[in-house]
């Protein structure tokens, strides 16, 4: 599934994108190519697999509808309850999204940790730390 996810977004979707700054209501408006192998089909794999009833599928995707809107807001909310622990917080899909490259990771950023694709957000994080490190030194 995160192999279809990185080859959906770089292959297919990335090229024709011309909105760069994630934006909650504009998360739901996809390629439908894109929504079927990239949104709906892993989202709902897991469920299906594991055989959840009516009541957690319907609880699952209410948490993956505030995931989807928390993501693509443009704000990293401090409350929010998913920028914590092994979450893939609001940060890195803002990075996706401004510079086409690695944060593939919907929920977790465990796939993005395993598979290196989250090197260049590192990057990109430690060379913002050290800005504003100099700048306070200053």
Excluded at 59 to 74: E, F, I, Q, S, Y
Aim: glycine share 8%.
């Amino acid at each position: 599934m995160f192999a279809l996810c990185v080859f959906v977004h770089t292959v297919c979707v990335w090229p024709l994108l011309t909105l760069l700054a994630p934006l909650a209501v504009a998360s739901e408006y996809t390629h439908p190519v894109e929504s079927c192998l990239g949104n709906i089909l892993p989202v709902l794999v897991g469920p299906f697999v594991a055989g959840c009833n009516f009541a957690t599928l319907q609880v699952w995707l209410w948490l993956r509808m505030l995931k989807t809107a928390d993501a693509h807001c443009g704000y990293a909310l401090p409350f929010s309850p998913f920028g914590f622990g092994p979450l893939n917080e609001a940060r890195r899909h803002d990075f996706h999204h401004e510079k086409g490259v690695g944060s593939f990771g919907s929920f977790f950023k465990f796939w993005d940790q395993v598979c290196g694709t989250d090197s260049a957000y590192l990057s990109f994080r430690k060379k913002k730390e050290e800005k504003e490190a100099e700048r306070k030194r200053i």
